[in-house]
């Protein structure tokens, strides 16, 4: 890792040559006169930090304070006569990355901290991708490149081994940086880009008009001298215990909005994994009880590591210190790579504040950010991410209300409206979800050993719901947009505002689900969905861009909705509505289920009342082909007609459904058959050739696979199953219900399976249906699409 000390120098160097011209002089000791007719001493020795204020086990210090710079630093007198654009308290990650967008725009900032810089602060100095992001846009990522890097994240549940979440992205990772360096990081950048600094300055109370508007902040240096700044904006970044929203009436914190969390720093690790390791449940002293808590082990560097623990409920009978002792003792005793830990230095703890509500983050004048706005993840304890997001948007709203002449009250409602869209429905859920019901512990804990998908999907979104409302990723969907051929049509505007429709629907009250793969893996992919066969089988004819894009929504919601629900656990699902010890991830995935066919509902009646009673129509008999299939689960003896039957019934309904409400749009009564058979035949020579692909995973499953597992057997298995050789395997799986074990044992057999080429078959009766159908670009897509579902090949990349 690389020592702070050469941190230090390179960013000195790179912030001076950023600085205004004017700030830039000989003397480090003169005072200057910034472009803005702010006189400000430079002070050379202002970064040396006392020893005593660091902690032994943290980030190596290499035996120095970091070097001594001349940025310029605000003095009070200059700092109280000045009228600024932004006074920002606090320069944690939230009031940082407020200045830096600030100074940026060329806007007149100040920051005041109580602390002098760099210091230290209680964190699990995990980064997820989300913060990686937002790093970046900061422009501190390269400083940044000696740091660890994750993977991912590990959960390990104790006694049932591990789950790896790693991020799928190409240039997705994440950071793990001992807040001593990254909020030093932050700091220096704000300061390069303009942002006049003042530490050891701690705001007291904050200066209203007689109309109540915030104009400026009271607040005392650590000499004990008092000092006055006003200007347009307080933006109160001042973490969890903020004085600034306290004075503003804006902290009736409920008891249970609060968590406590404390971390120490240790060495001695043995080979650990680069992934944010998470450890649960922790229990309490008896060992009994479950406690709404979570144990954690970053990787800072060779052999050593950031561990604490967290407890999200103050109201529970436990002391955090109490609790981080036995998480040590658990991590010695049952994880080999942490049986030699020691403590090194002081351990810190601090409140986690995860009540964040809209209306409790902005008054006229003042606009709180991260920590002080109660902005901690309240599923996973991260806070940078909305610290540093929440500043941004902080600092865009205030300069637009200056650039525009908006009062500050335009500005506190503007800021809050955008909190409220960016984060209120994920908050106000997590709250309750982790409050009253435990409820990712048990999500996890009931899905632990499923692979079914839309467990995967559940434990992904309760555990990693960083990155909630960006562009959702799916490794699962390819970009077939080099076989879309309607130029003239605009095919990937709508596709982008079905995205994003479905996204905000789910937001604001479900928004973990926005990692439902409802886009591609980027924003300008068509991925193979229900939504393409909508849009592309609606431009038959002139249908209103509203209509289209409302009635592919709806369908989109009815299709997810279908996939949650089904994805149950088949045979047990009237245990699950009776029993009340029934799965967890069950349970949610009804839940979401019907949410999403709720909200389906809710979107075609307002703008395609008409096809309606269509998707539910389809939806009703796709519920009863699953049911079929569930009942005939685990028989070997169903025949292939019978399957296919099924198939034909439950998910080709998908196929089929988008492509007859494309005709019913586009009004073509007369193609509405040829398009019902071409989406029919096209969803089996998907699915089948689905099957065909599992039987050469090891694991037996692809995402819309039939469920080996569940005892859905596929066309491929029963062929194999009623032949000689496989029937005898087929039995063996039946018994030992070890999927790998039975594709090896049959190999041979498929080999002659997949030549009889089934897939093929629907494919090209796909195809031959779509002679009815006019010449032209929709014909030549759907036709390359029914070729892609059996060859699943993309010719090269054509950009929309
Ligand atoms: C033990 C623990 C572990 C955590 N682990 C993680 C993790 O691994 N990943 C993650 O993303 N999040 C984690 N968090 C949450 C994260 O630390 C916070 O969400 C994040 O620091 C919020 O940034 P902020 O800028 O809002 O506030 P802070 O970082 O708290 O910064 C506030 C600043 O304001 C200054 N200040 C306070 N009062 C005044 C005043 N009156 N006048 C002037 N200055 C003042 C303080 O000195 C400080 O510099 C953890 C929290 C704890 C307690």
């Excluded at 006569?81 to 200045?99: C, F, K, L, Y």
Aim: neutral net charge; contains cysteine.
């Amino acid at each position: 890792m690389r020592t702070f000390r050469v941190l230090s120098r390179s960013f000195a160097i790179r912030a001076r040559s950023k600085l205004p011209k004017s700030w830039r002089g000989t003397n480090p000791r003169q005072p200057y006169r910034s472009s803005r007719g702010l006189k400000i001493m430079c002070c050379a020795t202002r970064w040396q930090t006392s020893p005593g204020s660091l902690s032994k086990g943290g980030p190596d210090m290499d035996g120095h304070g970091p070097l001594a710079d001349d940025l310029p630093l605000a003095t009070p007198s200059e700092a109280a006569a000045e009228t600024w654009d932004a006074i920002i308290v606090g320069a944690g990650p939230g009031g940082s990355a407020a200045a830096i967008e600030l100074a940026r725009r060329g806007r007149k900032v100040i920051l005041i901290d109580r602390e002098d810089f760099p210091r230290d602060k209680s964190c699990g100095d995990g980064i997820t991708r989300s913060g990686i992001s937002q790093l970046k846009r900061l422009g501190i990522l390269s400083a940044l490149t000696d740091q660890q890097e994750v993977e991912g994240v590990r959960v390990h549940m104790r006694n049932r081994g591990h789950r790896d979440f790693r991020y799928e992205g190409e240039n997705d990772y994440g950071l793990v940086v001992p807040r001593l360096i990254l909020d030093d990081c932050l700091l220096r950048q704000a300061r390069a880009e303009g942002a006049a600094f003042m530490p050891k300055c701690r705001a007291d109370d904050l200066v209203t008009d007689e109309s109540g508007t915030v104009t400026g902040v009271s607040a005392r240096m650590q000499d004990g001298t008092t000092v006055v700044l006003t200007g347009y904006m307080v933006i109160a970044a001042d973490g969890a215990a903020s004085r600034l929203a306290k004075a503003a009436g804006l902290r009736e914190t409920p008891e249970q909005g609060y968590g406590t969390a404390l971390r120490g720093y240790v060495d001695g690790c043995g080979d650990t994994p680069p992934l944010l390791e998470i450890m649960l449940p922790l229990t309490d002293v008896t060992d009994r009880y479950l406690l709404p808590s979570y144990g954690w082990a970053f990787p800072t560097g060779k052999g050593t590591a950031n561990v604490g623990v967290g407890l999200f409920c103050r109201a529970f009978d436990t002391n955090v210190r109490t609790l981080f002792d036995q998480f040590l003792d658990v991590l010695r005793k049952d994880y080999p790579e942490y049986s030699g830990i020691q403590l090194s230095g002081t351990t810190l703890g601090a409140p986690l504040r995860f009540d964040f509500a809209p209306e409790r983050a902005a008054n006229s004048g003042l606009l709180l950010v991260g920590d002080a706005a109660g902005l901690i993840s309240p599923f996973t304890g991260e806070g940078i991410s909305f610290a540093l997001e929440s500043g941004a948007l902080a600092a865009q709203t205030t300069d637009r209300c200056l650039r525009t002449g908006a009062g500050p009250w335009v500005a506190a409602d503007d800021y809050a409206l955008l909190l409220g869209d960016r984060f209120a429905g994920y908050f106000t859920l997590g709250n309750r979800a982790s409050r009253r019901y435990e409820f990712i512990w048990r999500v996890l804990d009931d899905t632990f050993e499923s692979e079914k998908p839309v467990h995967n999907m559940l434990r992904r979104a309760v555990l990693v719901p960083e990155g909630t409302g960006n562009d959702v990723e799916s490794a699962m969907l390819d970009d077939v947009s080099p076989l879309v051929r309607v130029p003239e049509m605009p095919l990937g505007d709508d596709l982008r505002d079905v995205g994003a429709r479905l996204n905000r629907i789910v937001r604001t009250d479900w928004p973990f689900l926005t990692r439902m793969s409802f886009a591609g893996k980027r924003a300008d992919m068509v991925a193979f969905r229900p939504s393409l066969l909508l849009l592309l089988t609606s431009y038959l004819g002139d249908v209103e861009a509203k209509r289209r894009r409302a009635a592919a929504t709806a369908l989109e919601l009815a299709y997810l909705g279908f996939l949650a629900q089904s994805g149950i656990r088949g045979i047990e699902v009237a245990a699950v509505t009776a029993d009340a010890t029934a799965n967890w991830g069950d349970k949610l995935g009804i839940l979401t289920g019907d949410y999403l066919l709720a909200k389906a509902h809710e979107v075609g009646a307002r703008d395609c009342p008409d096809l309606v009673p269509e998707i539910l129509s389809a939806m009703a008999s796709a519920c009863e082909g699953r049911v079929s299939e569930l009942r005939t689960a685990w028989q070997p003896d169903l025949t292939v007609e019978m399957r296919i039957a099924q198939m034909r019934q439950c998910m080709a309904a998908f196929f089929r459904l988008p492509c007859e409400l494309g005709a019913m749009l586009a009004e073509k009564n007369d193609l509405l058959n040829a398009l019902c058979d071409y989406g029919e035949n096209l969803g089996l020579a998907y699915l089948l050739t689905e099957d065909e692909l599992a039987l050469d995973r090891p694991s037996g499953s692809t995402p819309f696979a039939s469920d080996l597992s569940s005892g859905l057997f596929s066309v491929p298995f029963l062929k194999a199953a009623q032949g000689q050789k496989g029937g005898a395997a087929a039995r063996a799986f039946i018994s030992h219900r070890d999927p790998a074990r039975f594709l090896a044992e049959i190999s041979q057999t498929t080999r002659h399976i997949k030549r009889q080429q089934l897939p093929e078959k629907y494919r090209d009766q796909a195809i031959e249906a779509l002679s009815f159908l006019p010449q032209g670009g929709v014909a030549k897509s759907l036709s390359a699409l029914a070729g892609y579902a059996v060859s699943r090949q993309v010719p090269k990349r054509r950009v929309l």
